[in-house]
């Protein structure tokens, strides 16, 4: 009976935490609107004002999220790596987003018909 309360009790957890990181594409979508992510990367998130800005819609959630991540810890003043990345223009932008914000920011473009994706 304990080891069953104790297991119960890992699945709670576990089932908590996952749907406290659960990505919210609206409130990604918010998140892009409000910081004016479409100045540089089209409304569209895949028409970006100059032809070197990347294109964002339909990219992997993850890679999204990992780039974002490594321009907040440039910007915190870590030196180039693979998991840094310094840009002054994307890193003032990365440190007004919260860890959830860049979780929805990356799943709401992740949703986004674009070029990169495979057809689904
Ligand atoms: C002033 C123009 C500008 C604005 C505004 C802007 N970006 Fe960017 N973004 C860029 C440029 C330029 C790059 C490429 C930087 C580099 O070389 O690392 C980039 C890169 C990125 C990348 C990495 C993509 C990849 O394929 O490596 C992501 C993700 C991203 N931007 C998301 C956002 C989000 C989300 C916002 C709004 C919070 C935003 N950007 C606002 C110009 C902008």
């Known amino acids: 009976m304990k080891h069953l309360k104790l297991a119960l009790c890992g699945v709670v957890l ?16 918010v998140t ?15 028409s970006p004002i100059m032809p070197a800005y990347p294109i964002l819609a339909g990219q992997h959630a993850d890679f999204l999220a990992h780039a974002l991540k490594a321009y907040q810890r440039g910007a915190a003043g870590a030196p180039a790596s ?25 799943a709401w473009l992740a949703s986004q018909p674009g070029p990169l994706s495979v057809r689904r």
């Open 32 to 46: 892009w609107e409000k910081l004016n992510c479409a100045s540089c990367h089209g409304a569209d998130a895949k």
């Open 14 to 29: 576990i089932i908590g935490s996952s749907l406290a990181h659960a990505a919210d594409l609206k409130a990604g979508k």
């Open 82 to 106: 693979a998991n840094v990345r310094k840009n002054a223009v994307m890193g003032a932008f990365a440190v007004q987003m919260s860890k959830q914000d860049v979780e929805n920011v990356s």
